[in-house]
T-cell receptor, first 114, second 115 residues
Framework: GQQVMQIPQYQHVQEGEDFTTYCNSS?????IQWYKQRPGGHPVFLIQ?????EVKKQKRLTFQFGEAKKNSSLHITATQTTDVGTYFC??????????????FGQGTILTVHP | GAGVSQSPSNKVTEKGKDVELRCDPI?????LYWYRQSLGQGLEFLIY????????KSGLPSDRFSAERTGGSVSTLTIQRTQQEDSAVYLC?????????????FGPGTRLTVT
């Protein structure tokens, strides 16, 4: 079955440093979504990428979708303590029979030291 | 507007008992999902409902787990004869349409503890 892997599992940074998490799928994805889960909270949607090679920015966050639509990355510039949380990528399998099944990566836990 | 709501927020039960977890999706959202999240882990897909179509139950871990969605709105996840390994946070999410096009909105979750 489809597998979505994220690295690293944990990342500790000093406030002001950059952060990147990588997401790799075993199969081609029709799109990829990113979610953030604050400690003790629930996942909150950040963004969706659809096109091959797509790059989207949200303030200090930059999201990329690979040319082969099998990998993605999230980069945060100059981290702040408000960036703390777990970042998940998720994607449905392209051409899959189930339109609803979203496979999540295991997440990257980001801690930011002030 | 109102988001996805789940009840109870916490549930402690004895091994072997049955539990029911409830999810109220956002009004107008036709797609509803259940996930399980163990401590410090990712989200494990359980089941997906879309309109009047047959649900995708491919993620249910055993026949002790079942879910229904009445009237295309409220959903109940039932776990029979609970085991300690069932302890986790159960998250419900809803979206406007198939997840391929629309983001999911998650509820606050139900934390289930089986003693």
């Amino acid at each position: 079955g489809q597998q979505v892997m994220q690295i690293p599992q944990y990342q500790h940074v000093q406030e002001g440093e950059d952060f990147t998490t990588y997401c790799n799928s075993s199969t081609t994805l029709s799109n990829i979504q990113w979610y953030k889960q604050r400690p003790g909270g629930h996942p909150v949607f950040l963004i969706q990428l659809v096109k091959s090679g797509e790059v989207k920015k949200q303030k200090r966050l930059t999201f990329q979708f690979g040319e082969a639509k099998k990998n993605s990355s999230l980069h945060i510039t100059a981290t702040q303590t408000t960036d703390v949380g777990t970042y998940f990528c998720a994607g449905p399998q392209a051409g899959g029979t189930s339109y609803g099944k979203l496979t999540f990566g295991q997440g990257t836990i980001l801690t930011v030291h002030p | 507007g109102a988001g996805v709501s789940q009840s109870p927020s916490n549930k402690v039960t004895e091994k072997g008992k049955d539990v029911e977890l409830r999810c109220d999706p956002i009004s107008g959202h036709t797609a509803l999902y259940w996930y399980r999240q163990s401590l410090g882990q990712g989200l494990e897909f359980l089941i997906y409902f879309q309109g009047n179509s047959a649900p995708d139950k491919s993620g249910l871990p055993s026949d002790r787990f079942s879910a229904e969605r009445t009237g295309g709105s409220v959903s109940t996840l039932t776990i029979q004869r609970t085991q300690q390994e069932d302890s986790a946070v159960y998250l419900c999410a809803s979206s406007l349409a198939p997840v391929r096009e629309y983001e999911q909105y998650f509820g606050p979750g139900t934390r289930l503890t089986v003693t």
